[in-house]
């Protein structure tokens, strides 16, 4: 048939050829459907997929409108001025017609004419506005991100209100092609890093991008670190503080999580709720979770590592019930806190993957079980349990999800290297962790910034939470254009 040589549509291309290949187009969607209209002596044709477009809209917004104007503005220029849709595109290109009925629009297309008009009357199928899941506050809004990119920016244009608020559209994906949007603030961020961010996403060449966080470890720096290199939050609060001490940060259609670059290590352990709070309050919280991390990596292997080659270390009165408790244990320390720390995996693991109810009581009763069944099956000591408790405790202290995985993960080496080498092993484990995390960049920024490189002013940011009046100007680490935050008097 000569329509299905056709490309775009043409003067000459009547109602049923225009929507036979619209169909082809669609790959014969099940969900096509049309409408057919007949006013003013004018022949017209709606097209629209019914499971993403609002009927209601279509009635309201185009049919209504349509039935109550003249024969001239019925005309293929003045329609586009008739119809009262949020969004109308023009197009005559096939290919084009089909993204937009996937997108929710609906297609008019009237005989005789050169090109459709698209209204965009999409079904919306999103969350209803509610509070973080990832991210608890005790004090501060409880406001979270939602998976609809254009609720999304509503939230973000009400809470910052800067005029050089600067947001711009992006597109990744091939195959299933989601909209996305990166935002800054224009005479703040530093425009190296925004080029840096635009490139980095155009030059993406993959079928999908299913969320945020796959998004985050397609453009980051080193793909093969255990390190996550770019916050990830669902708080508006922390991405507007973040927005305005230099960072960028990148939306995506149906996620709730926002990519915010560079990021630092010590922003991982950095927390909203600590603005909130009085100085030296949110300094002490922030002190305890970096020494909670490094208790969290160094405890058992560093019980490991006594208990096998430094016994002399340790105190007499402690050598005795350290003794006692493993008398019956038949295993070497090594093999004994492996495999507590695999159970205490387990045990997360099934309680975060178990309905929220059944999660908490299994995590409980289990842990409770197992630990008093293995100690009485003389399997482990009472000491071991209570170190990879508070190892356990210790981890949950992070505020970032993915930092408190990764800080668990590196346990398990460090707990090998301490069974084969001792307090050598352990300090050799370190010695690398740190090696490989001086390598680290974010968004080419030093990872370790600003420890190292080290920048005397930038320790107020990251290591202490000093009054607001020590703390007027940016962080130096962000290169931001604008380096005054602050002007008090």
């Known amino acids: 048939m000569f329509f299905q040589k056709e490309s775009t549509i043409t003067p000459s291309t009547n109602l ?54 003249s024969e001239t503005e019925m005309e293929e220029e003045g329609l586009p001025f008739v119809v009262s849709c949020g969004q109308i595109q023009k197009t005559k290109d096939y290919a084009k017609i089909a993204a937009y009925l996937r997108e929710g629009y609906a297609i008019l297309f009237g005989e005789g004419f050169s090109s459709v008009i698209a ?43 800067d005029p050089n608020l600067q947001i711009e559209s992006i597109t990744v994906g091939n195959r299933n092609v989601k909209e996305g949007r990166i935002v800054y603030i224009r005479d703040i961020a530093n425009t190296d890093n925004v080029e840096l961010v635009k490139k980095r996403l155009s030059s993406l060449n993959v079928d999908d991008v299913l969320d945020s966080s796959l998004l985050a470890q397609l453009i980051e720096d080193r793909s093969l670190s255990i390190f996550p290199q770019y ?49 030296n309050m949110a300094t002490f919280i922030r002190w305890l979770r970096f020494v909670s991390m490094f208790i969290s990596v160094i405890i058992t292997p560093g019980y490991v590592a006594l208990l096998t080659y430094h016994y002399e270390m340790i105190p007499s009165a402690l050598m005795i019930s350290l003794g006692k408790s493993r008398a019956n ?20 693991e099934a309680g975060a993957r178990l309905p929220t109810k059944v999660g908490q009581t299994m995590g409980i009763v289990g842990g409770i079980v197992i630990g008093q069944a293995a100690v009485q099956a003389g399997l482990t000591s009472n000491i071991l349990i209570i170190i990879v408790a508070i190892s356990a405790l210790a981890t949950f202290t992070a505020p970032n999800y993915l930092m408190g995985t990764a800080v668990r993960i590196i346990r398990f080496p460090m707990i090998s290297l ?3 080498f001792g307090l050598i092993g352990v300090v050799f484990g370190l010695a690398f962790i740190m090696i490989h995390l001086l390598k680290v960049t974010s968004l080419n920024a030093p990872y370790l910034a600003p420890q190292y490189p080290l920048k005397w002013k930038d320790l107020r940011f990251s290591l202490f939470r000093l009054p607001f009046k020590w703390m007027t100007n940016r962080p130096e680490v962000n290169k931001p254009v604008d380096k005054r935050r602050y002007r008090i008097k």
Not at 35 to 58: D, G, M, P, S, W
Not at 128 to 152: C, H, I, W
Not at 334 to 341: G, H
Request: with cysteine.
């Open 231 to 279: 916050v990830l939050t669902e708080l508006p609060d922390r991405f507007a503080y973040s927005l305005l001490n230099g960072k960028i940060a990148i939306f995506l259609d149906r996620s709730s999580s926002v990519i915010i670059c560079p990021s630092n290590f010590l922003s991982f352990f950095e927390s909203t709720e600590e603005l909130y709070m009085r100085w």
């Open 329 to 348: 244990v038949p295993f070497p320390p090594v093999f004994e806190a492996i495999m507590l720390e695999l159970i205490i995996e387990l045990l997360r």
């Open 16 to 69: 049923k050829s225009f929507y036979q290949m619209v169909k082809k187009a669609v790959s014969n969607h099940p969900d096509l459907s049309f409408r057919l209209l007949h006013i003013r002596k004018q022949k017209f044709l709606i097209l629209y997929l019914a499971n993403v477009t609002e009927l209601q809209e279509i009635e309201e917004r185009m049919i209504k409108p349509m039935q109550k104007v």
């Open 418 to 420: 301490s069974g084969v």
């Open 119 to 161: 209204c965009l009357v999409p079904k919306q199928v999103e969350r209803s506005l509610e509070k973080p899941e990832m991210e608890t506050l005790v004090y501060g809004p409880r406001l979270a991100f939602t998976d609809s990119l254009q609720t999304n920016m509503n939230i973000v244009q009400q809470t910052i209100t």
